[in-house]
């Protein structure tokens, strides 16, 4: 799926378009999700952090991240939330290579994490004589952090922030950009695959705007059976999956990405779905 673009802006519109990095930049995260299951709300949740970019040479990129921080969560989840923060310090600092296109081709300093990682699991090990949930979720966790790599690249705050855009693929423009998979969320530990569009412009003030809409495929193979054991008795209806997604990205006069909002919403039928959206700033200060 590819979005038209007319000529002018494929060429002396965007001519000053070339997608840098600052030598230091910061950037508020703020992501606000929503979890319906049935007529009530299930779980509505509003989390922060700050990401430090730090850029390299030859597309490398550290990235230093900020204890989130929770303003708002179900008081039920606050024992994970806690085993999660510690869990998060093994990845506070993340050295990534990009591709051309300026997607995450791979984490490069995964030595280090799994060393973090292998001292974190030992501290955790008092939650896993706790409660067999704990030790589920830790032991999920361990799993991820042994496919670094492969993890990094599904989580949707990565593919968000390092977003594939075709006008940086090379140089030039072009205007398909790959189908794209992530994990989904109402199926845990399934993948989906989207596909995306785009339109870029000039912005008034002088930098550039692009616009992107995503859609999952309708047909994702194993949801329907998977919904039919897990889902199907409690909802009653039908599976009727729909993922979709939206995203502003503007670019100042630097061509230095300013802010992103991003909406993804996952949706099982119209009793159970799944909304989340992303909040990226630049700190200006």
């Not at 230093?64 to 039920?76: L, M, P, V, W």
């Not at 989840?77 to 510690?86: D, N, T």
């Not at 989580?155 to 968000?160: G, H």
Request: hydrophobic share 30%.
């Amino acid at each position: 799926m590819t979005a038209e673009m007319n000529s002018e802006e494929h060429n002396g519109d965007l001519s000053g378009f070339k997608y840098a990095w600052y030598k230091k930049a910061q950037y508020k995260i703020n992501i606000k999700s929503y979890l319906t299951l049935g007529n009530g709300k299930a779980n509505q949740t509003e989390i922060e952090e700050d990401w430090t970019l730090l850029p390299g040479e030859y597309n490398q990129i550290t990235i230093n991240s900020s204890t989130q921080k929770y303003i708002e969560a179900d008081a039920q989840m606050k024992p994970f939330y806690e085993i999660l923060e510690k869990i998060n310090k093994a990845t506070d600092v993340l050295e990534i290579s990009l591709h051309a296109d300026k997607s995450v081709n791979e984490v490069t300093n995964k030595d280090d994490i799994l060393n973090k990682w292998s001292k974190i699991k030992k501290d955790l090990h008092f939650y896993e004589l706790i409660k067999e949930s704990y030790e589920t979720f830790i032991q999920i966790y361990d799993k991820e952090f042994n496919g670094i790599d492969h993890n990094i690249k599904q989580n949707l705050l990565y593919q968000i922030m390092f977003y594939p855009l075709p006008a940086f693929r090379g140089g030039g423009f072009v205007d398909e950009i790959p189908e794209r998979t992530a994990l989904s969320t109402l199926f845990p530990g399934e993948k989906l695959r989207y596909s995306s569009q785009y339109n870029i412009s000039k912005d008034e003030e002088g930098g550039y705007i692009v616009k992107l809409e995503g859609k999952g495929e309708d047909n994702q193979p194993k949801f329907e059976t998977i919904y039919k054991d897990k889902y199907q008795r409690t909802l009653g209806s039908s599976l009727k999956y729909k993922y979709s997604s939206e995203g502003e990205y503007k670019y100042n006069q630097d061509s230095v990405l300013s802010e992103i909002i991003f909406h993804v919403k996952e949706e099982l039928n119209e009793k159970m779905f799944y909304v989340c959206r992303y909040h990226i700033k630049l700190n200006n200060k």
